[in-house]
């Protein structure tokens, strides 16, 4: 349970483990964010912005989250802006499943 998919889909599964460990991975951007605002205002929008993510993992649809190639084939290559081939890998399919 090591990547950001398998979390969500634990905490969809009500693991409070997975939750725990997902507002973890983003306390520090949030930290950093919350250093643009007021200090008074700072715990509220905290609880606040924990949470929106907490909602948004609810309810986000794992299940329609696209396969590297079929997210490229849906939204376009862009080889020149990466450097990298666009060509796919032999047995490389553009399921849903991971």
């Not at 483990?17 to 643009?36: N, T, V, Y």
Request: glycine content about 6%.
């Amino acid at each position: 349970m090591n990547n950001l998919f398998e979390l969500c889909r634990q905490a969809q599964r009500y693991h409070p483990q997975a939750m725990e460990r997902i507002l973890e991975l983003f306390q520090p951007k949030i930290s950093r964010s919350l250093c643009q605002t007021s200090i008074q205002e700072r715990d509220d929008l905290r609880q606040e912005l924990y949470l929106k993510m907490i909602e948004a993992v609810q309810k986000y649809d794992l299940d329609r989250t696209p396969g590297f190639w079929q997210f490229v084939d849906e939204f376009g290559q862009v080889p020149e802006l990466t450097g990298l081939s666009a060509e796919r890998p032999e047995g490389a399919g553009a399921s849903l499943s991971q």
